[in-house]
């Protein structure tokens, strides 16, 4: 092929077809844009090279609000998956979590077939090496052939492939995960560019031959009874296919494993990125905490149709023969055989203070960036960020205003804010602490809040508009009636209330404080009333809203605390040096990260409330 | 309201003896102050090396001279306020100080707001909330026992109390938050009885603290105490002879709107601030004439109570009405003029009262010092070791904190799930962050890490 040559003029190019890259370009073809999807592998699209597992808190929760927003990675867990779980039953209705076990092959074949058969959706297997980049504007990529493909925009949804290298004890080499590729040249691209990148590392554990296992010394973890889902869509019951096993490390591991360090990449100096604390190695685990006797592994199939175990827990890069060696000390892996070696992997990412809140680099326009090439990591994370990027290049190419979710109002709002406010130091994880309203951000009403936003943005098909809205006017229905239907303490009334283990009452009231008492169902009160038929789902929100109003009513009102700061609009053109009151780190920070509300502003680091104060007082004055 | 123009103020409490000293902070400081300063050495200030001292006069702009001081000139950033800075210490008195701020004024500078230093200090990032409000109490203290008090805060010895208390609460939260964020992990469970346990310790802990606080208090803003009594019982022969040596201080408090002036004593360390004294002094005045419906006002305002009778006359219908009033209240009680045949006597209004009964003479000076015993042994014994929370804002905080930590218990007996704990510890952590300058959630999630083994 003859060099520079253009091939074809799109959109919206995305760059990377993992999570992240999947969900960008189906939104934005979804959203009219004519889209190319890039991959250094078409056998790779939507791969889970770590964990073959979805969700779990918040990264559930992200799940639930991509799906509302009319991404795919709901539909396709509730499709695939073969075992499914919900974490953190009483602990709170608002923490609440499904994760579920995928089957990684019949996922990605999933995925595949989506993106294959979706209209203004190209899927391509080309490594781009090189952004074009004219006047501060993306204008195109090239591929490693030499060709060309113009756009509007670009989303880089690279992975761990950028410039990746795999570390396993004293063995390095270029590449990405499980045996592909790594993307060097699009780094120097990127840098030419100006722009900041840091090095992060991650890793992940031997993937064992399940003939070679003993399930009789571990622990079985069945599935639930009768699980939830994940998508709104989905109307069928999921169902459990295979269990999960738990067993433990020893003293004679730990011994393995210490005898050992000095071979580790960590400590032979090749590792040099920074990994996250959440997922730390084994031999990490062991030096962080060495009184502790054991750490719990689970094994946890990679899939129907292969013997592949995943030994979750034991995320490893010491040399394979110390993996052979500490595994066979394991109860149940005594007769282990190793399929494929734990490794490290250290790759390029961006400094995420460089991203608009929208997603878009703040210097060059048009260009986007998703996922862990912006310092997250996690499959979910990936793609909550995809999605928005997705959206917006699509907002950017029919220049539209763009999609920016409030912290108040979604776990992707959460991530994107702290990624683009405050950065990141470590691969990103999404944590339910990181959400201050958490309780108004659960997953029963995703749809609830974000919904609205897919239909604006014709993301929803008519089939989710339609759910949403039965959802939503049950929801009022029953809410009214609840308000409407006085009760007056009467013998019989009181009877029966006693009969249904309510409770009698003194005094007349709404129907709705009978719904506040505890273990009060709405169910339980049709019986007796004359309460509209409605759905589950519609039930679950009627309760949760009644029965636990007084904390959601103290969040709300926070929530509007918080809002009042998010409205006020910082100008991009302040030149915060001309401010002298401000603290000097102050100015630099806000000069550096350009906040695009007053509340914003407020969670940079090393931005005090004085400084707040100031330039409240300062935007006053401007007005 | 934060402008780069430069503010003057006298320094020193009015009315203290000794140097005083007007300061100017801002950008023009220097040049305001060479308008008025002739150094002896005949170098202007501009010239001058910070932190030096130089001597000089300072002279009206018909060139008369005010005063001979010492300036002092510290430039940005490397003074109090990180501005530019101009002492000038002078030797006058009141009027002295008065005239040389009002020279500062005329030559450009602006008159300084309350705490206006300290503001800009913390603006410009040189003190930390804590820091500037033990300056501010410095600046108010009362006597030298309450400015022990604040010069022990400045070290932070309430910052570390209160540290203490958010470490207990960011602990459980992390726990909390560990165990749902890890569902799978290894995080031990967190039984309802260790939850009450930890929490009902935070609440003595801020109980403590608020104990502290009131008492601080007193020695911040003086105890509040009201002389009551019939006409000519003595309140003024009594506010006399404690405020005629030199352990009074006479504050004008300018700004309000009727002319008070509150009187502070220094009865062994403990300032007894005494409401209304203008009304006591003024002999002529309506407010001694009718003494129970006064005295039924000033009780309200007051912390401690000295209620006057006339030993040398028998109760009156009055009196008795006093001592209706005076029950249940902190009362020390005064028998007054038993340098006079005595008509009634101590066992006689022992029955009437359960308060602490003094015989004093204002002419003789008997029971005064028992009645300065009285009053520090009222307000208790000052360990001067355990530090203050300073202001009504750090209370105000403190308080709200006891209100989450109350409604986290009432959830938890509830039978609520730790989520719901987890939201009211939420506000607790982020409130006595604000006294501490410190943020919640990365400081809640860095704790999971280096308390937890994490890792699935």
Not at chain 1, 13 to 42: D, M, P, Q
Not at chain 1, 257 to 284: D, F, Q, T, W
Not at chain 2, 371 to 385: I, P, R, W, Y
Request: net charge negative.
């Amino acid at each position: 092929m003859e060099s520079n040559f253009v091939v074809d003029k799109y959109d919206v190019i995305v760059i990377g077809a993992g999570h992240a890259g999947i969900e960008a370009a189906l939104a934005a073809a979804r959203r009219g844009c004519k889209t190319l999807l890039t991959t250094l592998s078409l056998e790779n699209l939507a791969m889970m090279p770590c964990n073959p597992s979805i969700g779990g808190p918040a990264k559930g929760h992200l799940v639930r609000e991509l799906d509302a927003l009319g991404g795919e990675m709901g539909i396709a867990a509730d499709q695939t998956c073969i075992q499914f779980r919900t974490l953190n039953t009483g602990k709170g209705v608002a923490v609440q979590a499904l994760r579920a076990q995928a089957d990684k092959k019949i996922y990605q074949a999933y995925m595949k077939n989506i993106c294959e058969n979706t209209a203004n959706l190209d899927v391509k297997q080309i490594l781009v090496e090189e952004l074009l980049i004219e006047d501060s504007q993306v204008v195109g990529v090239r591929g490693e052939q030499g060709e060309t493909f113009l756009t509007k925009t670009a989303i880089l949804a690279a992975g761990t492939y950028l410039n990746g290298a795999i570390i396993i004890g004293e063995n390095s080499y270029a590449g990405g995960p499980n045996g592909q590729r790594a993307a060097v040249k699009l780094t120097d691209s990127l840098l030419k560019n100006n722009i900041e990148l840091r090095r992060f590392k991650t890793g992940t554990p031997a993937r064992v031959d399940g003939r070679t296992l003993d399930f009789s010394k571990m622990q079985v973890q069945h599935g639930d009874a009768s699980p939830l889902r994940f998508s709104f869509l989905t109307a069928e019951p999921v169902l459990n296919k295979v269990d999960c096993y738990l067993t433990y490390t020893n003293e004679r591991t730990h011994e393995i494993i210490k005898k050992n360090l000095h071979r580790a990449p960590m400590a032979n100096g090749l590792i040099k990125g920074v990994g996250p604390r959440y997922c730390p190695s084994i031999e990490s685990k062991i030096i962080t905490f060495p009184d502790k006797e054991r750490h719990q592994l689970f094994i946890e199939p990679e899939g129907l149709n292969t013997q592949e175990f995943y030994v979750q827990g034991m995320s490893t890069s010491l040399p394979a023969d110390v993996q052979i060696e500490f595994l066979r000390t394991i109860a149940g892996l005594e007769n282990v055989q190793i399929m494929r070696y734990g490794y490290a992997i250290e790759y390029d990412c961006i400094n995420p203070l460089q991203l608009k809140p929208t997603l878009e680099l703040k210097n060059i326009s048009g260009l986007f960036s998703a996922g862990q090439t912006n310092g997250t990591s996690g499959y979910e994370e990936a793609a909550a960020q995809g999605l928005i990027a997705g959206i917006n290049a699509a907002a950017f190419v029919k220049q539209e205003s763009a999609l920016i979710l409030k912290r108040s109002e979604s776990y992707i709002g959460v991530l994107i804010d702290d990624l683009v406010t405050k950065g990141t130091n470590e691969p990103y994880r999404m944590m339910t602490s990181r959400a201050e309203y958490r309780l108004l951000l659960r997953q029963d009403n995703a749809d609830l809040r974000l919904t609205p936003y897919a239909i604006q943005l014709g993301l929803a098909t008519p089939e989710r508009k339609k759910i949403f809205q039965r959802k939503q006017s049950q929801i009022q229905l029953a809410t009214k009636k609840l308000q409407e239907i006085k009760i007056t303490p009467n013998n019989q009334l009181n009877d029966s209330l006693e009969n249904l283990k309510i409770g009698a009452i003194n005094n007349t009231m709404q129907l709705a404080e009978l719904l506040r008492r505890p273990n009060v169902k709405y169910k339980t009160l049709q019986k007796i009333f004359d309460l509209p038929e409605i759905d589950d789902d519609s039930v679950a929100q009627v309760e949760i809203d009644l029965f636990y109003s007084g904390y959601i009513e103290k969040q709300a009102e926070l929530v509007e605390k918080f809002d009042r700061l998010e409205s006020q609009i910082l100008p991009l053109d302040i030149d915060y040096s001309e401010i002298k009151n401000l603290s000097l780190e102050a100015r630099e920070k806000l000069a550096k990260i350009q906040p695009h509300s007053l509340g914003q502003a407020s969670r940079i680091s090393g931005v005090n409330p004085a400084d707040i104060s100031v330039l409240m007082i300062w935007l006053n004055q401007h007005k | 309201m934060y402008n780069k123009d430069t503010i003057s103020a006298i320094s020193t409490a009015v009315g203290s003896a000794g140097i005083g000293i007007i300061r100017l902070s801002g950008k023009d400081s220097i040049a305001v102050a060479d308008k008025i300063f002739f150094a002896k050495n005949k170098k202007s200030l501009r010239k001058i090396e910070t932190k030096t001292a130089t001597l000089g006069y300072i002279k009206n702009f018909s060139g008369e001279i005010v005063d001979e001081v010492i300036v002092l000139i510290m430039r940005a950033p490397k003074s109090y306020t990180c501005e530019d800075v101009v002492e000038i210490q002078s030797h006058g008195g009141g009027v002295v100080l008065q005239k040389i701020l009002s020279l500062t004024l005329q030559a450009g500078a602006r008159l300084a707001e309350r705490g206006e230093f300290t503001k800009r200090a913390f603006l410009n990032g040189r003190l930390d909330l804590t820091q500037a409000q033990a300056v501010m109490d410095i600046i108010q203290a009362k006597t030298s026992t309450a400015l022990n008090i604040a010069q022990k805060q400045l070290q932070g010895k309430t910052g570390s109390e209160i540290r203490a208390l958010r470490e207990e609460i960011l602990k459980l939260l992390a726990h909390i938050e560990a165990l749902i964020d890890f569902p799978e992990d290894e995080v031990e469970e967190l039984s309802g009885g260790s939850l009450q346990n930890q929490i009902d310790n935070q609440l003595a802990q801020i109980k403590n603290l608020l104990t502290n606080f009131e008492r601080g208090k007193i020695f911040r803003e003086g105890l509040a105490t009201a002389i009551i009594g019939k006409p000519n019982v003595g309140k003024s022969s009594l506010l006399n002879f404690l405020t005629d040596s030199d352990r009074a201080i006479v504050t004008d408090i300018p700004g309000t709107t009727r002319d008070v002036i509150e009187e502070f004593i220094n009865l062994d360390g403990v300032p007894v601030k005494i409401i209304d004294t203008a009304g006591i002094r003024n002999a002529d005045n309506l407010v001694e004439q009718i003494g129970v419906e006064k005295s039924r006002s000033l009780i309200n305002d007051a912390q401690l109570i000295l209620a006057l009778f006339d030993s040398s006359k028998n109760l009156s219908a009055e009196d008795f009405e006093i001592l209706q009033l005076i029950k249940n209240r902190r009362t020390i009680i005064l028998l007054t003029k038993t340098d006079l045949p005595e008509k009634i006597s101590v066992a006689e209004i022992e029955k009437l009262t359960d308060a602490q009964i003094i015989k004093i003479s204002t002419k003789t000076g008997a029971g005064m010092y028992e009645l300065q015993q009285a009053v520090v042994n009222f307000v208790g014994v000052v360990d001067l070791e355990q530090s203050f929370i300073r202001t009504e804002r750090d209370a105000d905080i403190l308080h709200k904190v006891q209100k989450h930590l109350q409604d986290a218990k009432v959830s938890l007996l509830n039978g609520l799930e730790i989520d719901f704990i987890s939201i009211d510890l939420h506000s607790a952590l982020e409130l006595l962050g604000e006294i501490t300058g410190e943020g919640a959630t990365e400081d809640v999630i860095d704790k999971i890490f280096a308390t937890f083994c994490i890792g699935k």
